[in-house]
């Protein structure tokens, strides 16, 4: 069964303290992988879109790379206002061009 | 240049009553999605429309329904209100249906059921 896990749920940081999410998938013939972020009562905001293994963008303090099974959002630095809840989303094979799955999230808090 | 607008804000309804949610897209942008987000299941994918029809549909029952109007705003509609569609329903929005292209959520419609 397809799948996309998201790793830790949450994660609290000192501000500067830099460090890595994680989202691991399990599909054949991924057609696109996307990092959104969401802040407590608000729609997703769009970050990233990638589509292939070795492939990498950055914006800012947030920098998104992919292997062929997972995909790591690396944040340098962080600040306070970084915090939110991080989404990554697979366009899967089968599916409609735009139903995007989601794994659960990570909780990110940064402490000043 | 706005963003996606979703209507209304918030929404308080009782068991078997039916509720309609309005989005209206980004200017130019032809395809509208739909997503529940609740606690427990996260963000599921309810249906997507583009130039009018249905492309592509969730696994949700005949319950929910939507539509899109010729100048690309949608409505979903759910009838016969159970408790647990309580959730957050988000509507996106992207310039094509082409699977490169972004989607841009609004700030959802929060529908709680009693």
């Known amino acids: 069964e397809d799948q996309v896990t998201q790793s830790p749920e949450a994660l609290r940081l000192q501000e500067g303290e830099s460090s890595s999410l994680n989202c691991s998938y399990t599909?054949?013939?991924?057609?696109?992988l996307f990092w959104y972020r969401q802040d407590p009562g608000k729609g997703p905001e769009f970050l990233f879109t990638?589509?292939?293994a070795g492939e990498e963008k950055e914006k800012e303090r947030l920098k998104a790379t992919l292997t062929k099974k997972e995909s790591f959002l690396h944040i340098t630095a962080p600040k306070p206002e970084d915090s939110a809840t991080y989404l990554c989303?697979?366009?899967?094979?089968?599916?409609?061009?735009?139903?995007?799955?989601f794994g659960s999230g990570t909780r990110l808090q940064v402490q000043p | 240049k706005a963003g996606v607008t979703q209507t209304p804000r918030y929404l308080i309804k009782t068991r078997g009553q039916q509720v309609t949610l309005s989005c209206s897209p980004i200017?130019?942008?032809?395809?509208v999605s739909w997503y529940q987000q609740t606690p427990g299941q996260g963000l599921q994918f309810l249906f997507e429309?583009?130039?009018?029809?249905?492309?592509n549909k969730g696994n949700f029952p005949g319950r929910f329904s939507g539509r899109q109007f010729s100048n690309s705003r949608s409505e979903m509609n759910v009838s016969t209100l159970e408790l647990g569609d309580s959730a957050l329903y988000l509507c996106?929005?992207?310039?094509?249906?082409?699977?490169?292209?972004?989607?841009?959520f609004g700030p959802g419609t929060r529908l709680t059921v009693l």
């Open positions: 990638l589509y292939s």
């Open positions: 989303a697979v366009l899967l094979p089968d599916t409609g061009r735009r139903a995007l799955t």
């Open positions: 429309y583009f130039s009018e029809t249905q492309r």
């Open positions: 599909v054949s013939g991924l057609r696109g």
């Open positions: 996106a929005s992207s310039r094509s249906s082409g699977s490169s292209d972004e989607q841009f």
């Open positions: 200017s130019g942008h032809r395809s």
